[in-house]
């Protein structure tokens, strides 16, 4: 059974820019219908169960492929959860074959699936090896991560410098006062500042994974909207805000985009952070506001995201401050955080080109642009690293350059 997979899969949704779909009734019915199957799991019943799912399924195929994308973890979860079922009845045939429909769905927890205990009496089954050795190349997380350490450092194709907007700038000083935010950070090191900041944003606005931003898309804009219509960001959102609320300080960052894989092209779950530059240690540091999270090494320095995604592949040590958690709701901890949620999420990394007030809010002849660092490994590798799209509807252009060296990607802030 995946009970924490269904959980974290609804709260950590990360939408792109043009990848988001809502249809609340039918959200309203999943979850329903998750509930109730639920319960038909726990009193092992295969006949509530898969009328439950039929019932499911029809509606599911009604939708549209982008609503069905969307939600397709209902789908995955309520086949796995069948396969669960079946292999506690001891029925095996039946098992093998919605484990088969989940992975084919899209599920891809190939350490769950090895580590679950429902699924114990279909281990040896042939037709349960021959679905679970294939997986280990899409869903083995940190075995693909180890695959992806390679970059290459003489890459010479050329990219934009990364830029940072002055505190100066006028609205970066009303969200400073606005928000009395020199008195948020305190009055310690730059450290307990960041790490003070980004506590106030995680207690601010709540973490919702399950809808997109705002259409205005700025720190002082989306805090306002939150708090006038009691709802929350998904994790872009929140990066944005502190983002801009570090910005507004003087303190360089940019929200980091953290991608998988997905060679398969079913998972459409990302997960955005704050990479923040701490003058005194010379380095970037990892700051989540979605999971109030940052990471450190054995001897409780602050560590990046290049350097958690180092140690992840060299299975060096990493601690999660102890006080991450999910909307005060859940806590984190390593083992899911970092070994596989984020060994997923950090194959490869996009960060927008200039770190700036409103970044991401569409205009008319607006020209937003990012850089990859892809591994290379990536399937996608191309010769050209510059791609460029408008959309039709807002008629902003979106601009992509990818880059396999690492240190461009990381460069410290010019002063």
Known sequence: MTIKSTITLLLLWCFTLSAFAENKEFEAFAQEQSQLMQ??????????????LSTFVSRYEKLTPQDKKFYSGYLTNAYYNLSCTYSLLNQKKEAVTYLDKS?????????????????????????????????????????????????????????????????????????????????????????????????????LVPHDGNHGNPVVKNAMSMINECKRDNRGLNCRGLATVLNECYLSMGIKSRFLTCLPKDSLGVDNDCHVINMVYINDLKKWVWMDPTNNAYVLDEK????????????????????????????????????????????????????????????????????IQYVQLLPLEYFKNKGDNKTVSTNNKSQVTYTTYATNNPTLFWAAPAN
Not at 39 to 52: G, N, P, R, S
Not at 323 to 347: F, G, I, Q
């Open 39 to 52: 319960k038909a799991y726990e009193k092992k019943d295969i006949k509530a169960y898969d009328e439950l």
């Open 103 to 203: 992975i084919k769905a899209g599920y891809l927890n190939y350490s769950h699936i090895l580590e679950d205990t429902d699924l114990e009496n279909i281990r040896k089954e042939a037709g349960y090896k021959a679905l679970v050795q294939p997986l280990r190349k899409v869903g083995d997380y940190p075995y693909i991560l180890k695959n992806a350490a390679a970059y290459n450092t003489k890459d010479k194709r050329a990219v934009p410098v990364f830029t940072y907007q002055a505190a100066t700038d006028p609205n970066l000083v009303t969200l400073r006062k606005t928000f009395n935010l020199d008195s948020i950070a305190g009055k310690g090191n730059e450290v307990s500042k960041v790490i003070n900041m980004m506590n106030w944003i995680h207690n």
């Open 300 to 367: 409780g320095q602050l560590l990046g995201p290049e350097e958690v995604r180092e140690r992840l592949i060299a299975n060096k040590t990493l601690i999660l401050n102890p006080d991450a958690n999910w909307n005060r709701k859940y806590s984190e901890n390593k083992a899911h955080y970092l070994d596989y949620y984020m060994s997923k999420n950090l194959y490869y990394l996009e960060c927008p080109v200039s770190s700036e007030y409103d970044t991401e809010t569409t205009a008319s002849g607006k020209n």
